[in-house]
C-alpha cells in the first residue's frame, strides 16, 4: 500500500512569490494535515483538512491557505512568501476520526531566497 | 508559546542500555500522546501513543509512561540499539484534532 507522497520533494522561491505544495494521502484516508518544521523548531501545525473542508488551522499568517480536492489530495499554497517561510513542509493523512494516528510524507523543502 | 517541550536536544545511549526520552507539556485538555520517530531525509513515522486514560502503554522494547499531574511523558527504549538512532518527536492532541509537537530529541546509541 502506497504511503503519504508528497511534490515537490524541494521547491527554491524567491521573496514575493507563490508556493504550491501538493499531497496524496494514503488510501481510504480523509483528513490530511500540513505541517511546518523550521529549522530548529518542532513540527508547527499548520492546517487540517478533512472530507474536503477546513477543520482548524494553526497559528499562521492568511497567506498561508490550501484546499482539499474530492479525491483528498490536498494542496498548500504559501503566498507572498518572505525568507523566514524557508522550511520543511509535511503532509500528513489519517482515516478523520479524532486521536487518529497520522501518517508523514517524506516532506517538500522550501528554500526561499 | 510552545505547549510540548522536549528540553534535551540531544542524548547518547551505549547499546543495550536503556534509553529514556522526556516530553513535558502544558495543556491539559490534551488527551492523547504520540512519539514519532524520524530518520534524516525521511517523514516521522509513528512508534507509540497513550491515551490520557492510562499511565503506561506498551509494545516491545517501546514504552511510554504517563504522568498527568506532572504533565509530563517518557518514552523508554530497552534495550536500545544503533537503528534507534534518530530524532524522536513527543506530540499531543488538543480537542478539535490539531496536534502538537515538541522540538525533538536526537538519539544516537552507541555500538
Known amino acids: 500500500e502506497a504511503g503519504v507522497t508528497q511534490s515537490p520533494t524541494h521547491l527554491i522561491k524567491t521573496r514575493g512569490q507563490q508556493a504550491t505544495l501538493r499531497c496524496s494521502p494514503i488510501s481510504g484516508h480523509t483528513s490530511v494535515y500540513w505541517y511546518q518544521q523550521a529549522l530548529g523548531l518542532g513540527l508547527q501545525f499548520l492546517l487540517w483538512y478533512d472530507e474536503g473542508e477546513e477543520r482548524n488551522r494553526g497559528n499562521f499568517p492568511p497567506r498561508f491557505s490550501g484546499r482539499q480536492f474530492p479525491n483528498y489530495s490536498s494542496e498548500l499554497n504559501v503566498n507572498a512568501l518572505e525568507l523566514e517561510d524557508s522550511a520543511l513542509y509535511l503532509c500528513?493523512?489519517?482515516?478523520?476520526?479524532?486521536?487518529?494516528?497520522?501518517?508523514f510524507g517524506p516532506g517538500t523543502r522550501l528554500l526561499v531566497l | 508559546d510552545q505547549q510540548v517541550k522536549q528540553n534535551s536536544p540531544s542524548l547518547s545511549v551505549q547499546e543495550g542500555r536503556i534509553s529514556i526520552l522526556n516530553c513535558d507539556y502544558t495543556?491539559?485538555?490534551?488527551?492523547?500522546f504520540l512519539w514519532y520517530k524520524k530518520y534524516p531525509a525521511e517523514g516521522p513515522t509513528f512508534l507509540i501513543s497513550?491515551?490520557?486514560?492510562?499511565d503506561k502503554n506498551e509494545d516491545g522494547r517501546f514504552t511510554v509512561f504517563l504522568n498527568k499531574s506532572a504533565k509530563h511523558l517518557s518514552l523508554h527504549i530497552v534495550p536500545s540499539q544503533p537503528g534507534d538512532s534518530a530524532v524522536y518527536f513527543c506530540?499531543?492532541?488538543?480537542?478539535?484534532?490539531?496536534?502538537?509537537f515538541g522540538t525533538g530529541t536526537s538519539l544516537t546509541v552507541i555500538p
Open positions: 497513550i491515551s490520557s486514560i492510562k
Open positions: 495543556n491539559s485538555m490534551f488527551d492523547y
Open positions: 500528513a493523512s489519517s482515516s478523520g476520526t479524532a486521536s487518529e494516528t497520522q501518517y
Open positions: 506530540a499531543a492532541s488538543a480537542p478539535g484534532n490539531q496536534f502538537y
